[in-house]
């Protein structure tokens, strides 16, 4: 049943995007109006490509932390996304994954992932969330400027398709705006402080292709997931396999400064050899590739710390246009869905028209966020060449901590279960420090280690099959 609006405030949100649509969501109950302003001519009516959103090109993963997120902001939404061909992947036992510390076992199920294009996810969002009531869009508009005062923002300037300028008044604006937000410059010119910002630049660059799964292997599939070692002293690279809809799966590589992926069909193959273990080329060997390949290289780690500053009244910046994240760790669509949730529960008690609303709303939306911060810096910090304040006597510690839990984790659930808590965001990384834990981790491995992945007889008999093209023998 849908929730009769209790407010009276006008809300404005800045974006359309999966931050923009989910912060519509958690503001519509408590707001009269709630308008989406969108510089796209057109959102899609179906899973299709936004031309603002390039990224939606690569493979992404909606962590159990963001699916149960977007799931209580929009119930239901799961089973919209399942219908429309999406997979929940269970955690760990749906994941053949190579850690820095080897091959993690397939325990018994503790978490999930949403394995979907991210078309479909944000089609599925967007479509719930503009048959609320009080939420409408207006498409074609870019916003030029905040009106207001340092004390108070009182609205935003626009600028149409004709170059036609005019005024949109609200109690509240809400910048969604992604990568290229403008905030801090809108601020500064109200008069407003400046923001603190932190940049941590590996240097990634992605490479995504879409292949046909094998027959047989269109559902039911494992996450292949080959990870870097930042401990290598060389540039990392990685290669992920996604199922998604349609029987497809989403493939991306992804290379730190100096072991980037070419945007060659192909050399894509090769580079998915290259990694630490040839795993998920073997698949590929023996999957179609249905898409060209599709580069992405817009993935520096920005934190812009606006709670940290006086912020007028009226204003609360959210998803990338606050903290935007290297995308290799799958972080962002849950950051965002976990910083949604902070909105509506502040809203739920703070007006939204009240002075204090906006500084509670921003540190609140800043936990996640901050959360995800913590999981990319940590690693990127430490790969050659990465731009940023250098990895201090603290990081290199905890760095050292991480490496020893996933190391028993190979052999420990207890372990494996925290470690997962943590990476799916449904619980924060202070559950690392737990007794149980530091025990755990003070006793190393309980099993041994893995000599190659563990793979069922449905996802051997893959490999067994003739591959599409010759490639250097391996033993799998």
Request: no cysteine; charged share 20%.
């Amino acid at each position: 049943m849908t929730q009769q609006p209790t407010g009276a405030a006008r809300v404005l949100i800045l974006g359309g995007s999966l931050a923009g649509t989910l912060a519509a969501a958690a503001l519509a109950p408590h707001a009269a109006e709630v308008l989406l302003v969108e510089r796209d001519k057109a959102l899609p009516d179906s899973a299709a490509p936004r031309p603002r959103l390039p990224q939606a090109a690569h493979a992404h993963m909606l962590w159990a932390g963001g699916a149960d997120a977007i799931e209580s902001l929009l119930p239901g939404m799961t089973d919209t996304w399942l219908k429309a061909g999406a997979h929940r992947i269970p955690i760990p036992n749906g994941m053949v994954s190579f850690s820095p510390a080897g091959w993690y076992r397939r325990w018994t199920e503790t978490h999930y992932l949403i394995g979907a294009s991210r078309d479909l996810i944000d089609w599925g969002v967007r479509t719930a969330v503009l048959a609320l009531p009080n939420v409408s869009v207006r498409t074609g508009i870019t916003v030029t400027a905040l009106m207001g005062t340092a004390s108070k923002v009182t609205g935003v300037r626009v600028r149409d398709e004709n170059y036609a300028e005019s005024e949109l008044t609200a109690d509240l604006v809400i910048d969604a705006t992604g990568r290229d937000s403008k905030a801090p410059e809108w601020l500064t010119a109200i008069g407003a402080p400046d923001v603190p910002e932190t940049v941590v630049d590996a240097g990634v660059r992605y490479a995504s292709r879409r292949y046909r799964a094998p027959e047989g292997a269109e559902s039911d599939w494992p996450v292949i997931h080959i990870q870097a070692d930042p401990r290598e002293g060389r540039p990392g690279q990685v290669v992920s396999i996604i199922s998604i809809e349609d029987g497809q799966w989403h493939v991306s590589l992804s290379g730190t400064r100096g072991g980037e992926p070419s945007a060659d069909g192909d050399l894509f193959e090769d580079f998915a050899r290259g990694v630490r273990h040839p795993l998920a080329a073997e698949f590929l060997a023996r999957a179609e590739p249905v898409s060209d390949v599709v580069v992405y290289g817009r993935t520096a780690n920005r934190q812009r710390r606006f709670e940290k500053v006086a912020m007028p009244a009226g204003f609360v910046v959210v998803g990338d246009a606050a903290t935007s994240l290297n995308p290799v760790y799958g972080h962002g669509m849950s950051a965002a869905a976990l910083g949604a949730v902070a909105l509506r529960d502040t809203a739920a008690r703070v007006s939204v028209t009240a002075p204090r609303f906006a500084a509670q709303a921003q540190k609140a939306v800043a936990r996640p966020a901050a959360a995800a911060w913590l999981l990319a810096v940590g690693q990127d910090r430490f790969y050659p060449g990465a731009i940023g304040k250098a990895p201090n006597f603290a990081d290199k510690v905890a760095a050292r901590y991480v490496h020893r839990l996933s190391h028993t984790a190979i052999g420990n659930f207890l372990v494996v279960k925290a470690l997962t808590d943590v990476m799916t965001m449904k619980k924060p990384a202070t559950v690392l420090g737990h007794p149980d834990v530091l025990l755990a981790a003070a006793r190393g491995l309980r099993r041994p280690l893995l000599d190659g992945p563990q793979l069922t007889p449905a996802e051997q008999s893959i490999l067994d099959r003739e591959p599409r093209r010759a490639a250097e023998p391996t033993n799998l």
